[in-house]
T-cell receptor, first 113, second 116 residues
Framework: AQSVTQLGSHVSVSEGALVLLRCNYSSSVPPYLFWYVQYPNQGLQLLLKYTSAATLVKGINGFEAEFKKSETSFHLTKPSAHMSDAAEYFCAVSAENNNDMRFGAGTRLTVKP | ETGVTQTPRHLVMGMTNKKSLKCEQHLGHNAMYWYKQSAKKPLELMFVYNFKEQTENNSVPSRFSPECPNSSHLFLHLHTLQPEDSALYLC???????????????FGPGTRLTVL
């Protein structure tokens, strides 16, 4: 069985500050890991994905995440927050040949001016 | 039209009404999903269809009835809903279960459902 845990349901940063959203996963097989972003009244949009190639994954809007097997983590970072980054962020895990994608509970990011 | 589309975007219905949500994907995928997203609750997977066959039903009440006539279209038929069913209903699609696939899911914008 696979699962993800997102630490912190709400994160608040100042504009220009580092963004760090935490995700830990549990998987009995090599995982595929994803970060999605959801803006108000919209669906989920893929930010980036880890598919067993490079452990440091770069995504859209300046976000990146690093797969650390030893820590079972896939934290999302951005060096400098922008007001437009305010949204809900979801970490998710799946496995090859498997329709089952498990989502975390989400982290709401607030960016203060 | 590209990606995953959902209609209607907003729906208000009474508890005795019957309505349907529609989802269409233009990505050539073979798996489609319905999710329920309620305030302050994790995303809940409701149904999964793979090559038009229902492969998962996560103990969803029978007042929700899915239909997948082909790999591009997915419906969610609603009848005698309860106020607690008010939520954002999201549709997604993916390559699904194909060797080497990453199962990356592409989401539609959702239907905001309010049950009075």
């Amino acid at each position: 069985a696979q699962s993800v845990t997102q630490l912190g349901s709400h994160v608040s940063v100042s504009e220009g500050a580092l963004v760090l959203l935490r995700c830990n996963y549990s998987s009995s097989v090599p995982p595929y890991l994803f970060w999605y972003v959801q803006y108000p009244n919209q669906g989920l949009q893929l930010l980036l994905k880890y598919t067993s190639a490079a452990t440091l994954v770069k995504g859209i809007n300046g976000f990146e995440a690093e797969f650390k097997k030893s820590e079972t983590s896939f934290h999302l970072t951005k060096p400098s927050a922008h007001m437009s980054d305010a949204a809900e962020y979801f970490c998710a895990v799946s496995a090859e040949n498997n329709n089952d994608m498990r989502f975390g509970a989400g982290t709401r990011l607030t960016v203060k001016p | 039209e590209t990606g995953v589309t959902q209609t209607p975007r907003h729906l208000v219905m009474g508890m005795t009404n019957k309505k349907s949500l529609k989802c269409e994907q233009h990505l050539g995928h073979n798996a489609m999903y319905w999710y329920k997203q309620s305030a302050k609750k994790p995303l809940e997977l409701m149904f999964v269809y793979n090559f038009k066959e229902q492969t998962e039903n996560n103990s969803v009440p029978s007042r929700f009835s899915p239909e997948c006539p082909n790999s591009s279209h997915l419906f969610l038929h609603l009848h005698t809903l309860q106020p607690e069913d008010s939520a954002l209903y999201l549709c997604a699609s993916s390559h699904g279960g194909v060797a080497g696939s990453y199962n990356e899911q592409f989401f539609g914008p959702g239907t905001r459902l309010t049950v009075l």
